[in-house]
């Protein structure tokens, strides 16, 4: 639900810059998922997982870019998507933190990507039906490809839950480790809640329970544990990352940071 004190955000002017935010919110999460599914193109454990993986980095990226190039609309500078994309600091990223998480091997590629896309495809549900409507185009879009997503991570986790002693050894491990960052999916910033109540995003503490019931019955179908840990890690929704971000951006920003404005 809404925070109680929200009635404070109905009397603030939401202006572009608020839009642009709470895009990054959004838009970040598919853009470094997409950079870290991309590093894996060619190291697929089969050719038909291997192209299946990169054909879902390309869908991320391809949903941020209709993303930043709102952001591009919106923004009173004179900015290109490939702008947003590559040229801000670390801090200016707002991805959640389970996203920029290495890929330590197959089973935590594979539960890193069903713990966002369960989150992201409610998301999007929702998104469709924002009085935004660039948010409700790009939801619709994105959709389709995010449900294939969804079913292809969640297939290959209960095969490795369900396989052989070391596949199961190491989704578990994968499960224990990478709990802890679910939680911050569903964290609201000030903005978020800024732009639920204009009607515009979404409201996710209502999708909280339906994510970990939807997650809970699929790791335990995949004869899996559930972690029991109190505690979880937050901070990227607020632009402080863990130290594998720098890492990320720099590969990623690489080209435009080396060659300034070089157009293809």
């Not at 890492?247 to 060659?259: A, C, E, G, H, V």
């Amino acid at each position: 639900m809404i925070r109680e004190d929200s009635y404070f955000f109905k009397n603030i002017e939401m202006t572009n810059e608020n839009l642009i935010q709470y895009i990054y919110g959004i838009a970040d999460n598919s853009l470094i998922l997409g950079q870290r599914i991309s590093e894996l193109c060619g190291h697929g454990p089969t050719l038909e997982t291997d192209i299946a993986m990169t054909n879902i980095a390309l869908d991320l990226l391809g949903q941020t870019r209709s993303y930043y190039q709102y952001v591009a609309e919106l923004s009173a500078k004179d900015l290109t998507e490939d702008d947003v994309a590559f040229l801000r600091t670390e801090r200016e990223y707002k991805n959640v933190l389970l996203v920029e998480q290495p890929n330590t091997d197959f089973a935590y590629v594979i539960v890193r990507q069903y713990f966002f896309d369960v989150f992201h495809f409610m998301l999007l549900k929702e998104l469709e039906n924002s009085k935004n409507v660039n948010f409700q185009a790009i939801a619709k879009k994105s959709l389709k490809e995010v449900s294939y997503h969804k079913r292809f991570s969640g297939d290959w986790l209960k095969r490795l839950g369900d396989g052989t002693e070391e596949s199961k050894a190491k989704a578990q491990q994968a499960v224990n480790d990478l709990w802890v960052y679910t939680d911050e999916l569903f964290q609201m910033t000030d903005n978020d809640i800024l732009i639920a109540e204009a009607g515009y995003g979404v409201d996710t503490n209502p999708l909280k329970s339906a994510y970990y019931n939807e997650i809970t019955a699929l790791i335990k179908g995949s004869t899996l544990d559930i972690p029991e840990t109190p505690y979880f890690q937050k901070g990227g929704k607020q632009g402080i990352h863990t130290e594998h971000m720098g890492f990320i951006l720099s590969d990623m920003q690489y080209m435009q940071r080396t060659y300034p404005d070089m157009k293809w």
